[in-house]
């Protein structure tokens, strides 16, 4: 019987994943002295029951405000720190299950690129050495073939291969997140994990790196798990999106359905906090009401349409 074909194939799996933090107790203050209380814990639950796949070359986005859990759940998508509970498969394997050493190996697959942009690269590192270091975790020590690998990257995510040999310093926070892209990009990974790509940067940078990463998921054929708190971003890069709110998924759908025919309050929340055009005229309505409605001392039975009574 012949294996399913790759496309019918989840490449990612999470199922019921949950984390929770141990944080130490404050102490009480002792009503006698010379005693001692044993060290307590307490847990601090982060994520509960997240389940979601993500096929080859789909893209999903998942939205929620800070402290929803989104950067936890990408720093265990990306095996740096372990689930309470559950699991999370790439192309069949539990990341979690793994040795370090099949776990080095398998990182060529799935590659993240982080918020900021000024602390994720090495200021003491010219820029070879920096897009490279993916190569090097794998074992790769042929230097000639890594710059050439490390030129048609740069040149890739619109920069020059001279930039090799400069250091991050040089650059504006958009190139340095171009860098940062180009470095997940060098082991050629099946998915990549944007944590915030674009919070770091000035607004007039941001759209520019977005489709950027549009351009790079369609020609290479990338999975992408975008994570961020801007809907705005998420409806233009993703087919797939999940909201979360305190841990948890609440919400379910495309992008379109989401916008159009959300079923949450949270989720209606989030789109109506969105800046949308026509907010100057809407403002500009609101001040004119402001400015026809009577003074506040006028009494209620002067003012058209009022009955008298005072609503309280």
């Known amino acids: 019987m012949s294996a399913p074909s790759t496309s019918r194939c989840n490449l990612l799996e999470v199922r019921d994943l949950s984390h929770h933090y141990h944080q130490p107790r404050r102490w009480p203050a002792l009503p006698w002295p010379g005693r001692r209380l044993a060290r307590q814990t307490e847990q601090g639950l982060v994520l509960e029951h997240i389940s ?28 740096l720190e ?6 999370v498969r790439l192309l069949g394997r539990d990341l979690h299950q793994m040795s370090p050493e099949q776990l080095r190996l398998a990182r060529a697959d799935f590659q993240m690129v982080f ?18 270091e ?10 000639l073939p890594m710059r050439r690998r490390a030129e048609q990257m740069l040149e890739q995510v619109g920069l020059h291969s ?12 958009g190139q340095r997140q171009r860098i940062a892209i180009a470095r997940a990009l060098m082991t050629r990974p099946r998915l990549i994990v944007a944590d915030e790509p674009v919070s770091a940067l000035d607004v007039s940078i941001q759209a520019q790196v977005l489709d950027l990463l549009l351009e790079l998921k369609k020609t290479y054929g990338i999975s992408l798990l975008l994570i961020s708190h801007d809907m705005a971003a998420i409806h233009h890069l993703c087919e797939d999106m999940l909201v979360m709110h305190q841990g948890r998924i609440i919400e379910r759908g495309s992008p379109a359905q989401l916008f159009h025919a959300p079923q949450q309050p949270y989720t209606q929340a989030l789109i109506a906090a969105m800046p ?4 100057g005229r809407r403002r500009e309505r609101l001040a004119q009401r402001e400015a026809s409605a009577p003074p506040p001392d006028t009494p209620p039975s002067t003012v058209p349409g009022s009955d008298g009574d005072v609503p309280r």
Not at 82 to 87: A, E, L, V
Not at 276 to 279: E, K, N, S, T, Y
């Open 115 to 132: 918020q900021d942009p000024y602390s994720s690269l090495n200021p003491r590192q010219r820029i070879e050495r920096i897009v490279t």
């Open 52 to 79: 979601f796949s993500l096929q080859p070359g789909q893209s999903l986005g998942i939205v929620g405000e800070s402290g929803a859990g989104k950067s936890t759940l990408a720093r265990i998508v990306m095996a």
């Open 162 to 173: 001279r930039d090799l040999d400069k250091y991050p310093h040089e650059f504006s926070g």
């Open 82 to 87: 372990r689930p309470s509970r559950g699991s």
């Open 276 to 279: 949308q055009l026509g907010q």
């Open 134 to 143: 993916p190569l090097r975790a794998l074992g790769e020590r042929e230097l």
